[in-house]
C-alpha cells in the first residue's frame, strides 16, 4: 500500500491542473510567495485573537488549548464530487441511526449474531439508561453527524471515523471561511461558492421541530455547555448564536415534574429541545455516573417521559466505536436493504476469528485502534521497532476483542504554504451533515485538516454551478414571535456575571484614580503639609481598596515615609500587584460573558485587557523612584481611558438580552459604595475640630476623587465649604460623579427590573438617597459647617455597610443559583450469614 | 415459600432539602420459580412524581422525585413473593467450562444476553489473581457446574465473613489480599474470578431469610439486603445462582429483586438531592416468612 502515492489534489499527474482549481491560479500567481507568507501570518493572528481554539487538546497545557490555524489556500472540491459524498454520508448517518436504534431498543443485530456483543456491552459509551427493551426509542437519536474521510489513491474518499457524540468543527469552518474573507479577498472574489447559511437555517428550523409539542409553539431550544473552561466554549457560543438559542449550564438547569427548566431572572422557563455539546455520560448524575459537576438530575426521566428532547442522544457516542466500522457493509443490506455508496477504510474487528486469521501474525500492513475507543490514537506497527511491534502484538492478541485494524491509506495531498512556497502536505476532510426531520443534509463545504501539522486546516470550498437553486428550509411557518424587551430572559448566571463585570471594572477605574491622585503628590520634591495631609487621606483611602498594606500607610503619615509609599504604589500598579488582579478578573468575567459581548465590545475588552496587562506585567523595576513614580503615571492613565472606552461602548453598543442593565448596575453599586468609604477618610480630618482650616484638604480631595473639581469651581469659585461640596458629593443627582446620581440611577433599574414602583429594593436604594440628603442639610444649616461635616464620618462608615447590605440582597434576589447537588452514598448490602442475627 | 419484604431507607439531613431524585430497585421481578403476589413503594413525603420501568436488565425501576423541602426522606419497598427455584442440573451433565467461555465469546443468538456478564463492569475489575484462584476449580475439561460449586464453596470456607473492613469501593484485589468482606464483596470477587476465566457471571441483588438464634423469637427489622452471583451454565441450562457468602446455591431462602453487572447496576437506594447539608442514613430490612406453599419441600 505504501508503494503507490498519494492523489494531488490541485495537478492531476499529467502536469495539468485540475478544473476546479484553474480559478485560482492567477490570484496566486499574482500574490506570489512573499505576500502568500504574510497572509498566512496573518490568519494565524486573527485565530489567536479571536481565542478560536483547535478541536485536538494541547498535550502541554490541557486547560490552554493551542490556537487553530487555517491555511491561506482552501481544499477545493467539484460540486459534482461533493454532491456524491453527501449521499453517502447521508446513507452512512440513515444506517448509523438505525443500528442505534436496535442497540437502544430490542437488540435484535445482537440476537441475530450480526454485531458482537464485545462492540456493544464492553463499549464505554453504550449507556445502559439510555435503552427502552420493552417499547424500543423514539428518533432520531442522531441529530448531527459527522464523518473525516480521506482520498486514497484511486481517487475515491474513504470514511475513517465516525463522529456521532458531539461532532466538533462546525465553527471552525465559519470561522476559515470568514477569516479568508477578510484577509484573503482576491481569492474569494468573485468567486461563487455554496454558501454556509442554509445548513444553519435548516439546522435551526430541525431543533425546533424537534420540541415535542413540534415547531409551532415556539420552544424553548438550548445548547447545553461544560461552560467557558470546556476547550471549545468558542464553537458553544459561535454555535448558539447561529442558531439563535440559549447556551446554559447544568448549573442554570432544573428539573420540576418531569420538564426541564432554565433558571432566568423572571423564573423558569422551559426547555424543549436540548442541543448536548457534552459528554453524554455527565448528563444526569441519578444514572450516569461522574455527571455530578455538569449533569441536571432527572434530565433523562423527563427525555424518557418526552418532555425534552436530547440531540445527539446521550448514548450516540456508541456509534463512534472504531471495531463497528468493520460490520456496517453487512449492516447496511440487513438495515437499509442497499449496499453501502460510500466505502469506509476496510476495518477488520479482531474480536472476529476469520478476521484473525486474515491478518495472521502481521500487524505491519495494518493501523491499529481500539475497537471502541476512537479517543485512544491509532497505532502504525510498521512504524514501531521490532520489540515494540512484539509488544504490541502480544497484546492485541491477549485480548483481540478490544482491537480492530484498518487499511493504511496514503491520504491525498493538497498544496499548503509553506517556509519555501508551496508544499503538499496529506490533507483529512471532514464534513458535517444534519437530520431535518425526513432526511440528511450536508454543510455545503467542510474542514480540511492537514496532517501532522499540529493544528493547522484548510476551508473546503464546493463551488456553486450556474443557476443551482437555492437551499433552505423545508418552508416551515414560524410564528411571528412576541416583541420582549425586558431582561427576564437572562440566565441568573450572566446576570450575576454582568454585575460582577460592572464592579470590578469601576474597582479597577477607581483603583486608578486613587493611584493617580497619590502619585501626583508623592512626585513634587519636597511636599507642603497640605500634600502630606492629603497623602495621609489617600493612603486610607488606598488600604481601604486593598491597593496598599496599612502599614506601609501608617509610616506614610510622617514626611519619611513617603519614600516606601511610593514604592509600594508602584509595586501594586506591577506583577503580582492589587491592579493587575483586577484586570485578571475583569478578563475572567470578560470571557465568561463571550457569548453575551457584542464583537466590538469583546474585542475592545479583549484588546484593552491584554495592553493593560502588557503595560503593567514586565515594568522594568525602574531605579530611581521618579522613574516609577512616571511609570505610574502613565498606568493609571492607560487603565483610566481603558476603563472610558469600555464605559462609552457598554453605553452605546452592547446590549443582549438585558446584560447592560446588570453591568450598569453593578458599577453603580461599587461606585456609591466607594464615594461614601473615600469620603468617610477624607472628612477624618484631626485637629479640624479646633481649625476648620484643616477639613480643606479633605473637601479638596473629596472633589477631585470625584472628578467633581472643575464642576465645583465653575459653580462655587475658590472657596471650598463643606455644604457645597458635600452637596456636590452626595446628594446633587445631576452630578454622575455623585451619590446621589448612583444611587437613584440604581433605584431606576430595580424598579425597572421588577416592574413594580413598590419593588423593596428600590426603597432600600431611596432610603439611602433620602439619608445622603440628610447628612447634606445638616451641613448646611449648621453654624460651624466643618464642625458638622466632621461628624459625618461615622453615618458615612454606616452606610457604607448599609450598601454592603444591598448589594448582597441584589445578589439573593436575582442571581442565588440552584443550590449544589450531591449524591446520596448508595448502602451496601450487609449480606449478613444466614443464622447469624 | 412465600415471604413479605419491607426495606426501608431513611435519609435525615442536617438542612433542608429542595429537591430530590431517588432511583430505587426495590421490586422484586417476577421469574421461574418466583411469582410476586404484591409489591408497593411507600415513600414520605409522599413522591410529587413516580415513574417505573424495566430496565436494561429486565428488573424493575423505579424513579421518585420530592419538590417539596422536607428535612428527611423515607421510602419502603413492601412485597409478597413466593419463592421455590427449581434444583440446579445434575453437575457432572453440564458443558464443560471451556465451551461454555467459548459459546459465550462467539455471542449470536443461543448466548448474546450471557456474553455482557463476561467483561469487565464499572465495579468489578476482572482480576487475573482471581482468576488464578479460582482456576483451581476449573481444571481443563471439568463440567462447569461442578467447578462453580466448588468455587462457590471454597469462597464460603476460605474467606471470613467480617462487616467494617471493606467498603463499596473496596476492590476486587484488596478482597482476594484481605480474604474477608461481606456479601458484596464476595459476590464481586466470585464474578470477578469467572469473568477472568470467560464465564458469564452476573451481581444478583435480593434478600435471605434469616434465623434468630435458638428459643429466641424473630426481631424486625433486624435482615439485611443480600447479594449473590449468578453463573451462566450454557443455553441449554441457562443460569444458576449460588451463594457464596453462605456456600449454598439459591432454591427457596433467598428472594431475587434483580441483577446487573455488578452493584452499581441494581443498588436498591440511590438518589441526587439539592441542599440537604450532611445526612444521616438507616435501613432496616424485614423478610418475614408468611406460610410455606405446597410442593415446596422444608
Not at chain 1, 439510555?130 to 473525516?148: E, K, Q, S
Not at chain 1, 480492530?404 to 490533507?427: D, K, N, Q
Not at chain 1, 506591577?574 to 460573558?593: A, I, N, Q
Not at chain 1, 438617597?769 to 464642625?787: I, S, Y
Amino acid at each position: 500500500m505504501d508503494a503507490v502515492s498519494p492523489l494531488d489534489e490541485m495537478v492531476d499527474g499529467a502536469g495539468g491542473f485540475r478544473p476546479q482549481w484553474r480559478s485560482l491560479l492567477g490570484a496566486l500567481a499574482d500574490l506570489g510567495r512573499e505576500a502568500l507568507a504574510e497572509r498566512a501570518v496573518l490568519l494565524d493572528r486573527f485565530f489567536a485573537d479571536e481565542g478560536v481554539t483547535s478541536l485536538l487538546a494541547n498535550p502541554a497545557a490541557p486547560d490552554r488549548p493551542a490556537a487553530w490555524r487555517c491555511d491561506p489556500i482552501p481544499l477545493i472540491l467539484p460540486p459534482a464530487e461533493f454532491d456524491t459524498l453527501e449521499a453517502g454520508l447521508a446513507q452512512r448517518a440513515t444506517l448509523l441511526e438505525a443500528v442505534l436504534q436496535d442497540v437502544y431498543g430490542p437488540q435484535h443485530l445482537l440476537a441475530e449474531g450480526l454485531l458482537p456483543p464485545a462492540l456493544v456491552h464492553a463499549n464505554p459509551a453504550f449507556l445502559r439508561p439510555c435503552r427502552d427493551p420493552v417499547a424500543g426509542r423514539a428518533g432520531p437519536l442522531l441529530h448531527l453527524y459527522a464523518a473525516d474521510l480521506a482520498r486514497a489513491p484511486d481517487g475515491a474518499w474513504r470514511v475513517v471515523a465516525d463522529r456521532t457524540a458531539v461532532p466538533t468543527g462546525i465553527a471552525h469552518v465559519l470561522e476559515n471561511r470568514r477569516a479568508l474573507s477578510r484577509h484573503m479577498p482576491e481569492f474569494l472574489r468573485a468567486r461563487d461558492l455554496r454558501q454556509h447559511g442554509p445548513f444553519f437555517d435548516i439546522w435551526q428550523d430541525a431543533l425546533q421541530r424537534l420540541a415535542p409539542g413540534g415547531a409551532g409553539g415556539n420552544p424553548g431550544v438550548a445548547l447545553l455547555t461544560t461552560g467557558h473552561t470546556n476547550p471549545l466554549w468558542f464553537e458553544h457560543v459561535i454555535l448558539s448564536r447561529e442558531l439563535s438559542c440559549a447556551l446554559v449550564e447544568g448549573g442554570d438547569l432544573t428539573v420540576r415534574d418531569g420538564v426541564l427548566y432554565l433558571k432566568t431572572l423572571r423564573g423558569l422557563q422551559r426547555v424543549e429541545v436540548l442541543l448536548r455539546r457534552q459528554d453524554g455520560r455527565m448528563m444526569d448524575p441519578l444514572e450516569l455516573e461522574s455527571s455530578m459537576a455538569h449533569g441536571v438530575s432527572g434530565l433523562l426521566d423527563a427525555a424518557r417521559s418526552g418532555a425534552v428532547k436530547i440531540v445527539n442522544d446521550p448514548g450516540s457516542g456508541f456509534a463512534e466505536a472504531p471495531g463497528l466500522a468493520a460490520f456496517l457493509p453487512a449492516l447496511a443490506p440487513r438495515l437499509l436493504g442497499e449496499a453501502l455508496l460510500l466505502r469506509g477504510a476496510r476495518t477488520l474487528w479482531l474480536g472476529d476469528p476469520a478476521a484473525r486469521a486474515l491478518v495472521g501474525g502481521d500487524l505491519g500492513p495494518w493501523l491499529v485502534r481500539r475497537a471502541v475507543d476512537g479517543t485512544v490514537p491509532s497505532v502504525r506497527p510498521a512504524t514501531l521497532d521490532a520489540a515494540a511491534r512484539a509488544a504490541l502484538l502480544h497484546r492485541v492478541l491477549a485480548a483481540p476483542q478490544d482491537y480492530a485494524v484498518s487499511e493504511v491509506l496514503a491520504p491525498s495531498v493538497a498544496p499548503c504554504v509553506g517556509p519555501a512556497g508551496l508544499e503538499p502536505r496529506p490533507v483529512m476532510l471532514r464534513v458535517f451533515l444534519v437530520f431535518d426531520g425526513s432526511r440528511w443534509r450536508a454543510l455545503q463545504g467542510g474542514l480540511a485538516r492537514v496532517m501532522g501539522s499540529g493544528t493547522l486546516s484548510k476551508d473546503v470550498w464546493v463551488p456553486a454551478e450556474e443557476g443551482a437553486a437555492i437551499q433552505g428550509p423545508g418552508g416551515l411557518v414560524v410564528p411571528a414571535l412576541a416583541i420582549r424587551r425586558t431582561s427576564g430572559d437572562l440566565p441568573s448566571r450572566v446576570a450575576d456575571n454582568f454585575f460582577w463585570l460592572g464592579r470590578y471594572l469601576e474597582r479597577l477605574e477607581s483603583a486608578a484614580r486613587l493611584l493617580r491622585a497619590s502619585g501626583s503628590r508623592l512626585a513634587r520634591p519636597t511636599p507642603t503639609p497640605r500634600e502630606l495631609a492629603e497623602l495621609k487621606s489617600l493612603s486610607a483611602c488606598l488600604v481601604r481598596a486593598e491597593l496598599l498594606d496599612p502599614e506601609v500607610a501608617e509610616g506614610g503619615a510622617t514626611g519619611l515615609g513617603s519614600r516606601p509609599l511610593a514604592r509600594a504604589l508602584v509595586q501594586a500598579m506591577r506583577e503580582g500587584g492589587p491592579v493587575l488582579g483586577l484586570v485578571g478578573k475583569v478578563s475572567r468575567m470578560t470571557d465568561l460573558l463571550r457569548d453575551r459581548l457584542t464583537g466590538e465590545m469583546q474585542l475592545a475588552l479583549h484588546h484593552g485587557l491584554r495592553d493593560l496587562a502588557a503595560l503593567l506585567r514586565p515594568g522594568p523595576a525602574a531605579r530611581e523612584e521618579a522613574q516609577g513614580l512616571e511609570q505610574l503615571a502613565e498606568a493609571s492613565h492607560a487603565v483610566l481611558s481603558f476603563a472610558a472606552t469600555v464605559a462609552g461602548l457598554a453605553a452605546e453598543n452592547m446590549v443582549r438580552g438585558g446584560g447592560r442593565l446588570f453591568l450598569d448596575l453593578g458599577r453603580r453599586v461599587e461606585r456609591a459604595q466607594a464615594i461614601v468609604a473615600e469620603l468617610a477618610r477624607v472628612l477624618d480630618q484631626p485637629g479640624a475640630a479646633s481649625q476648620p482650616a484643616r477639613l480643606e484638604p479633605g473637601l479638596r480631595l473629596a472633589l477631585e476623587l470625584r472628578d467633581s473639581v472643575i464642576t465645583y469651581r465653575s459653580r462655587y469659585l475658590t472657596v471650598l465649604q463643606a455644604a457645597p461640596v458635600l452637596d456636590l458629593v452626595l446628594a446633587d443627582e445631576g452630578n454622575p460623579r455623585g451619590l446621589a446620581f448612583q444611587l437613584a440611577t440604581a433605584r431606576d433599574m430595580l424598579v425597572d427590573l421588577d416592574g413594580d414602583a413598590g419593588s423593596p429594593l428600590a426603597a432600600a436604594a431611596d432610603q439611602l438617597l433620602e439619608e445622603a440628603r440628610g447628612m447634606v442639610r445638616e451641613v448646611a444649616t449648621a453654624t460651624v459647617q466643618a464642625e458638622a461635616a466632621m461628624r459625618l464620618p461615622p453615618r458615612l462608615r454606616a452606610m457604607e455597610g448599609a450598601m454592603a447590605a444591598l448589594s448582597n440582597r441584589i445578589a439573593r434576589r436575582y442571581f442565588t443559583l440552584l443550590p449544589a447537588a450531591h449524591s446520596l452514598g448508595p448502602a451496601a448490602p450487609g449480606g449478613r450469614l444466614r443464622g447469624a442475627a | 415459600m412465600i415471604y413479605r419484604v419491607r426495606h426501608t431507607t431513611r435519609y435525615a439531613y442536617g438542612s433542608t432539602v429542595d429537591l430530590a431524585a431517588h432511583l430505587l430497585h426495590l421490586t422484586p421481578r417476577a421469574l421461574p420459580g418466583q411469582r410476586v403476589l404484591e409489591a408497593a413503594i411507600i415513600a414520605e413525603p409522599a413522591a410529587s412524581r413516580l415513574r417505573a420501568a424495566i430496565d436494561h436488565f429486565g428488573n424493575h425501576v423505579t424513579w421518585l422525585f420530592v419538590d417539596t423541602p422536607h428535612a428527611a426522606f423515607e421510602v419502603t419497598g413492601d412485597a409478597t413473593v413466593e419463592v421455590g427455584f427449581a434444583l440446579p442440573p445434575p453437575a457432572a451433565g453440564t458443558l464443560p467450562w471451556e465451551e461454555v467461555a467459548a459459546l459465550a465469546r462467539a455471542g449470536g443468538p443461543a448466548a448474546w444476553q450471557a456474553a455482557e456478564f463476561t467483561f469487565e463492569s464499572p465495579m468489578v475489575q476482572v482480576e487475573a489473581a482471581a482468576g488464578e484462584y479460582a482456576a483451581a476449580s476449573f481444571p481443563p475439561g471439568r463440567p462447569v457446574l461442578e467447578g462453580l460449586l466448588e468455587l462457590n464453596a471454597r469462597i464460603r470456607r476460605e474467606l471470613t465473613y467480617r462487616s467494617g473492613v471493606t467498603d463499596l469501593a473496596t476492590p476486587v484485589r484488596e478482597v482476594l489480599r484481605r480474604r474477608e468482606g461481606v456479601c458484596q464483596d464476595f459476590s464481586h470477587l466470585m464474578i470477578s474470578a469467572l469473568r477472568a476465566l470467560g464465564l458469564p457471571a452476573r451481581y444478583v441483588s435480593g434478600y435471605i431469610r434469616t434465623y434468630p438464634p435458638p428459643g429466641q423469637p424473630r426481631r424486625r427489622g433486624t435482615d439485611q439486603s443480600h447479594a449473590w452471583v449468578g453463573a451462566w451454565l450454557g443455553p441449554a441450562h441457562g443460569w444458576v445462582d449460588l451463594d457464596p457468602t453462605n456456600g449454598v446455591v439459591v432454591r427457596e431462602e433467598h428472594l431475587v429483586v434483580g441483577w446487573g453487572r455488578d452493584y452499581a447496576d441494581v443498588s436498591p437506594v440511590s438518589g441526587v438531592v439539592l441542599g440537604g447539608g450532611a445526612h444521616r442514613l438507616s435501613i432496616a430490612v424485614d423478610l418475614e416468612p408468611l406460610e410455606a406453599t405446597a410442593g415446596a419441600s422444608g
